[in-house]
């Protein structure tokens, strides 16, 4: 087994608990001890679906043939992450469903075969570009066709942008897609991107790949994503969320994309054409024969007309011909079921993890400054759990990277400065590792300062980044003060911004506006946590997490 397809494991195991512990049941009451509990593991596009699918299902009390009601338990985890999961043994799905076979077939090529027997669509979705009506109108929709290569362009010109948008939109078109490594979705961009510089419907192949025109058209598009998510639902989400100016456009399935209110997000069809997530759902064969027939059932029930009804009304393509096509799929989303046009064949497995090579070189390199807490009320193991926590962070980041950190109490020490991570990783986790906790908070003073830090290292060929944790009030700083023009330093250079409000003490206020400010995220954290928020931050500027990494 090639264990560089495990890199990152430990780390997916802390998301997926919050993941699971979010979004992990969704039935009020719970199994009785007779019932057949079925545990049902599927990519989140299809949650908000299947929590009401399960929930009627469950209700009805459908039983066995020797009389045994089924009891469904769902889990949303996305298609790189649940194969991990599952080949870990941290999860055992009865029924699972990705977003294609093809996952069940990388499952198998880590040694797990059981999945790849017994799979049935229960619906299906293209993947669309999702984009801001209005910035679809000013480059020509519905009447001209946008594609891959367009949208790429257009993102990493801001010339050109500016031409189309008026300058109405930003200084950018700003884009985003979920992380190759965890979602399907991610994966099946960056094959679209090769299909389209290949010109090709039929599958490509690894040379088609390693071809330099196709790595170089690769290469263009990433170079200008601006934030990579672990999910299409969450990056549809954030999208309609932070609006126009954090995200023009991402790329996502249609029911994502349809899936706020008024249809001020419309999917486009990339005129290359495009993959459709045909959410197969695939029985354990290697589970015990009741195990089977209960999620044999809950599939039956998932394929026939009321279950399929919901799914049309969450924004996804039905499998029943019987099924009336009512909105969101309709013109007033900015949905065309004759689209798309061009169906991209499925990829191997092989291409699978080729592609996701060509990411690691493809996406800009990262140049990170990260600010710690260590003040006196970081002992103990809130300090600890910080320090695993940034140690495995650092271990995720690309050789290329560049890393900046500073320690701050009530005084800053500067641990790295510029270092590129690769021939300096080791050094730099082992400065991690000897800090220790005491004295006052100058948290204002280290954001500035790590700001002028990046603004000495800055690139055009790299993302910057400032990722900054306290946990608490300032109450030391005396170069810097909270205000709007402290936010417009640290988001300057267009650096994105991830702040952590470690513990209850920590001054959410003024890290949510620094993060939100900054176009990054904002995360409340604790102990149990902060392992988890890292990961998902290491995600969102791709680091070397999941399947292929």
């Not at 954030?238 to 126009?244: A, D, H």
């Not at 990260?370 to 103990?380: A, I, P």
């Amino acid at each position: 087994m090639d264990q560089k397809r495990f890199r990152g494991l430990p780390l997916l195991v802390g998301i997926l608990a919050v993941v699971m512990l979010a979004c992990g049941s969704f039935t009020s009451n719970g199994p009785s001890g007779n019932d057949e509990v079925v545990e049902v593991v599927a990519n989140t596009s299809l949650g908000r679906w299947l929590e009401e699918a399960v929930a009627a299902f469950n209700e009805a009390e459908v039983e066995t043939a020797d009389g045994k009601p089924v009891y469904v338990q769902l889990s949303l985890v996305e298609s790189g992450e649940a194969v991990i999961d599952i080949v870990n043994g941290e999860i055992t799905p009865d029924l699972w469903l990705p977003e294609e076979v093809v996952w069940a077939n990388i499952l198998a090529d880590q040694g797990i075969t059981g999945y790849q027997g017994d799979c049935v669509s229960v619906a299906s979705s293209p993947l669309v570009i999702a984009m801001w009506r209005p910035v679809a109108e000013s480059l020509g929709w519905p009447g001209l066709e946008i594609g891959w290569i367009d949208v790429g362009s257009l993102a990493a010109d801001p010339s050109l942008w500016n031409y189309y948008s008026g300058g109405l939109y930003g200084d950018s078109l700003r884009i985003g897609h979920t992380h190759p490594g965890l979602s399907g979705s991610g994966a099946s961009t960056l094959l679209a991107l090769v299909q389209a510089a290949e010109l090709k419907s039929d599958a490509v192949t690894v040379e088609d790949i390693n071809k330099p025109i196709v790595q170089a058209s690769v290469s263009a598009f990433e170079s200008a994503v601006s934030t990579f998510s672990t999910s299409t639902a969450s990056l549809g989400q954030t999208m309609n969320e932070r609006g126009i100016s954090y995200l023009g456009a991402a790329v996502m399935y249609e029911s994502d994309a349809i899936s706020g209110e008024g249809g001020d997000i419309v999917p486009i069809y990339p005129l290359e054409g495009t993959f459709v997530a045909t959410h197969p759902a695939c029985i354990n064969s290697s589970a015990d024969p009741q195990s089977q027939e209960a999620a044999a059932l809950f599939r039956d029930y998932l394929r026939e007309e009321e279950a399929q009804q919901l799914a049309v009304s969450y924004g996804l393509r039905p499998v029943n011909s019987n099924v009336s096509i009512v909105s969101p799929l309709d013109e007033a989303h900015g949905v065309d079921l004759s689209e798309p046009m061009t169906i991209f064949q499925s990829p191997s497995v092989e291409t699978v993890y080729a592609v996701q090579d060509l990411w690691q070189s493809a996406r800009k390199e990262v140049n990170l400054v990260m600010l710690l807490d260590v003040s006196g009320s970081m002992e103990g193991g809130k300090i600890d759990n910080m320090l695993d926590a940034a140690v495995q962070f650092v271990n995720q980041m690309g050789d290329d990277d560049t890393i900046s950190i500073i320690a701050f109490s009530d005084q800053l020490l500067l641990l790295a400065d510029f270092q590129q991570v690769g021939p300096a990783r080791n050094q730099i986790t082992s400065a991690i590792e000897g800090l220790e906790a005491g004295g006052d908070t100058a948290l204002y003073d280290a954001i500035g300062e790590g700001a002028v830090l990046l603004a000495n290292s800055t690139s055009p060929d790299s993302t910057n980044a400032m990722v900054v944790l306290s946990d608490g009030q300032d109450t030391y700083s005396f170069r810097y003060f909270f205000d709007q023009s402290l936010i417009d330093l640290a988001a300057s250079n267009d650096t994105t911004v991830f702040a952590i409000a470690y513990g209850d003490d920590a001054d959410e206020d003024i890290l949510s506006s620094l993060a939100l400010g900054a176009q990054g995220n904002f995360y409340r954290g604790d102990e149990a946590s902060i392992v988890a928020i890292y990961d998902e931050m290491s995600a969102a500027f791709g680091g070397a997490v999941g399947v292929g990494r």
